[in-house]
Structure formats: structure tokens, C-alpha cells
């Protein structure tokens, strides 16, 4: 794999593997691209965890998650030969919440995350407490999206900023969508 950098494509509930490809492509055209399929299905739907009907998260079922992420980053990098220092998690949704679970939990794995359409995943926090210096987070919500409400955003920010990353967070005005300037924005910022 010739780019420095591998970007780790998390989907949205009820896609594939194939739904981010493009994504990002658009982030970084010169970056690896791996991209697995979450293997929890839920009424026929692809996800990386479960989501209760009330709202809550299966938080166990994220914790599995994010070490199964993890080795498979590290399994990854040995079959494929990538730099295992320059993965970043880019997700949606489901993805995006996977993604920011596996920094916390396992920040050694990551250089940072792209999460659109995210929320808090922890009701309480995460033990170890994970030290994000030098990590790189990028949030992108959508103002009206019931998914990611503002509270549990700005909660989020300070947890990740707590524990020492750089976050950027930014709002569109629709819903539970990926905004197209958004995308430039970071995809910007990821080339400098």
C-alpha cells in the first residue's frame, strides 16, 4: 500500500462495506481505504453495535466492538504492510459512534477520527482514561439531526478535549446527512 495514511471506513446502519468508498476517496484520493462490514445485524440491518429502541446504547456490545477494531487495524497492517501509526476511523452514524469508541478505547490504534452524524456512545467514562495528546477529531452534525443532539454533542467535545485531542467540531443545518462542504473542510485540513 503506497499512501502514508489509511483510512479506516466505518458504514451507517443497514450498509455494507461498499458504502464509504467513495467517501473516502473524496477525503483523501491518495489514501488506503479499509473498510469492513459491521457483523451485528439487527432486523436485517448491517451495524457495528446495537441501539435500543429507547435511544441507549448496547455499551458492552461497543466495547466488543472497539477491540475487534482494533486487532483487526493490527491484523490488517501486517497482511497489507501499511504504516499502523497513520490510521485515521472515518464513520457515519453507527460507523461515526464505532469510530470514536475505538480512540477512547484504544487511542494507541489511531491517529485521529472523521465521525459525521455522531453522538456520545459512554454514559460514564471510559476506564482506562485514555490520553488523546496529539489526536485529531473532526465532528460534523447536522443541527436538526434527532440522532445527535446538541447536548449530547457539546458533551462529547468535552470529553474528547478532557482527555487531550484536537476537535473541530462543525454544524450543518439539515439532519442526519454528511454535508458536502463539510467533506471539503476536512478533506482540507487532512491534506495540510
Known amino acids: 500500500m503506497a499512501s502514508a ?11 455494507d462495506e461498499r458504502d464509504l468508498l467513495s467517501l473516502g476517496k473524496s477525503l ?9 462490514r459491521g457483523l451485528v445485524v439487527a432486523d436485517g440491518m448491517n451495524r457495528f453495535f446495537l441501539r435500543y429502541e429507547d435511544g441507549r446504547f448496547d455499551e458492552a456490545g461497543i466495547r466488543a466492538n472497539a477491540h475487534e477494531l482494533a486487532e483487526f ?12 501509526s ?41 476506564k482506562p482514561v485514555p490520553n488523546l495528546s496529539g489526536k485529531r477529531v473532526f465532528i460534523a452534525n447536522g443541527k436538526q439531526d434527532g440522532y445527535s443532539p446538541a447536548e449530547k454533542t457539546e458533551a462529547m467535545v468535552k470529553e474528547f478535549r478532557q482527555y487531550g485531542a484536537t476537535v473541530e467540531l462543525m454544524l450543518h443545518s439539515g439532519g442526519h446527512s454528511i454535508s458536502h462542504e463539510h467533506l471539503k473542510t476536512i478533506s482540507a485540513a487532512l491534506a495540510k
Do not use: M, Q
Not at 28 to 36: G, H, K, T, V
Not at 76 to 84: I, L, N, V
Open 5 to 15: 495514511r489509511t483510512l479506516l471506513l466505518l458504514h451507517g446502519t443497514g450498509a
Open 28 to 36: 483523501d484520493p491518495e489514501a488506503n481505504l479499509l473498510s469492513p
Open 73 to 84: 487495524i493490527a491484523a490488517a497492517a501486517f497482511e497489507y504492510g501499511f504504516d499502523e
Open 86 to 126: 497513520k490510521v485515521w476511523a472515518v464513520g457515519f452514524s453507527n460507523g461515526a459512534n464505532a469510530a470514536g469508541s475505538l480512540l477512547l478505547l484504544h487511542p494507541e490504534a489511531l491517529e485521529g477520527i472523521v465521525a459525521f452524524g455522531t453522538t456520545k456512545s459512554f454514559v460514564e467514562p471510559p
